[in-house]
């Protein structure tokens, strides 16, 4: 048998999921005191930003930095969090030809690390790049970084982390992927101030960031809670199966929950389910063309096996970056390094994190196995002693990262034409918009979109995180947006 299928009235906006984008836009309509309900199909708000619990131990899936060049952005967590937000420092490093380099790199570590031979090839090549692609307009991510730091740069820092991360080679990756990401990737930039080759000072990547002391997904519940309070309630455990429309507007969505399906009625919608899923949801269907389109979208999993240890972790790091190619996992987070309240006391926890599709081996392997591997794999280059690792458990995030492949441009800008010839639907987020973007990112885009639909206004979510203002680098900006996302009501 089928569900069973209910009708109710309308809700007034709806908001599809409960990450950083969802939970935001929801924050402003309740702001404005506007009918709205948030739906998540998830048993837990945040998204990819939530924090996992295991047998008492707390921890994210990626590592989720809080900083922002956004200033009401920051002043909101302030706001929701107080004294739990913490100020850490940051330390991490890199794991590269069988040795640690700083993170950002230093000169001594640099000319230890790849001595002086590499160094003045890398050099060379670098003054060739500048001559050799001085015209070019890359297409590509490994078109965008050798022209700007040579061949040997590209090849030592860039090429094999690359395919680890992405699964495809660089030659394939869009080059917007580069220009929204490394550009507060610090490596480069410390080999050719070595080398007396940067033309001008740049400024460094921030030293501390601000962290939750539970976790990233303390700031989601929290907010979930307060905007639950304020009038815009949060439904877990349900999961939008189709968006109804007429014509050039949304009238509806059918939302499932426990074998139940109803169909809701909304006066607007904002979405920050993935784009592809949020086409091929639409009643009547979108045209073939459309659809197709929407097919074309890929996304990269990722695979976080969290050791726990019987002793506390090994290094400082809140985080080390896996260049060597010996092992599969990319990155390994050290949770106690975030907060302390994160492990049990004389305890620690690593989480592993692995980027696969869904045919890859991680992907399939059941808690012990992946436990297994994580364990040798951190083990065969010394970062951990296997004997101490005494549990342990795999979380799986199926599309966790937007993919920028070959055919992503076109797909998206096919999607982004159709879905804007609706008058009362935006979309919003990391995966509302197939963009690579930071959590204070996805929730500029929300206070955008929540506007627009709220005042009529004409704000260009898609722009978010796209010009330097938004880069680590930059200066903290002010917005005469920023009161839509201050706190109309008291934490707790």
Partial sequence: MGAEKQTEGSIGTGVIGAGPAGLTAGHVLAGRGAPATVFEADGIVGGIAKTVEFRGYRFDLGGHR????LAPVQRMWERVLGEEFLERERLSRIYYRQRFFDYPLTASDVFGGL???????????????QWRFRNLEPDTFEEWVVSRFGRRIY????????????????????????????????????????????????QTLIESFHYPRLGPGQLWERLADQITGAGVPVRLNHRVEAVMHEGSRVTGMCVSEGGTEREVAVDSLISTMPL??????????????????????????????????????????????LHDSAVTAGRVQNFGAWSPDM?????????????????????????????????????SIGLIDPARVVDGVKVAVPRAYPMYDAQYREAVAELRGYLESFDNLQTCGRNGLHR???????MWTA????????????HDVWGVNVGDEYLEEADVVESELGAEIAQPFQPD
């Fill in 66 to 69: 809080f900083y922002t060049k």
């Fill in 115 to 129: 001595g002086p031979v590499e160094s003045a090839r890398c050099a060379l090549s670098y003054v060739w790049a």
């Fill in 155 to 202: 090849d030592d820092f860039f090429r094999s982390y690359t395919l680890k991360v992405w699964g495809i080679p660089g030659s394939e990756i869009r080059s917007e992927w580069a220009a929204q990401r490394i550009q507060s990737f610090n490596l480069w930039q410390a080999v050719l101030g070595i080398l007396n080759l940067r033309r001008e000072h740049a």
């Fill in 276 to 321: 592809s899923d949020l086409v091929l949801a639409l009643e009547p269907r979108a045209p073939a063309d459309v659809r197709d389109a929407a097919e074309l979208l890929r996304y990269r999993n990722l695979c976080l096996v969290a050791l726990i240890l019987d002793e506390d972790a090994p290094f400082p790091d809140n985080w080390i970056y």
């Fill in 343 to 379: 492990v049990q006391p004389g305890a620690g926890c690593l989480g592993v994190e692995y980027f696969c599709f869904p045919e890859d081996d991680i992907w399939k392997m059941d808690d012990a196995d992946a436990v297994r591997l994580a364990t040798d794999e951190l083990a």
């Fill in 436 to 442: 690579y973007n930071n959590q204070d990112h996805s």
């Fill in 447 to 458: 206070v955008l979109a929540a506007l627009n639909l709220l005042d009529g206004s004409e």
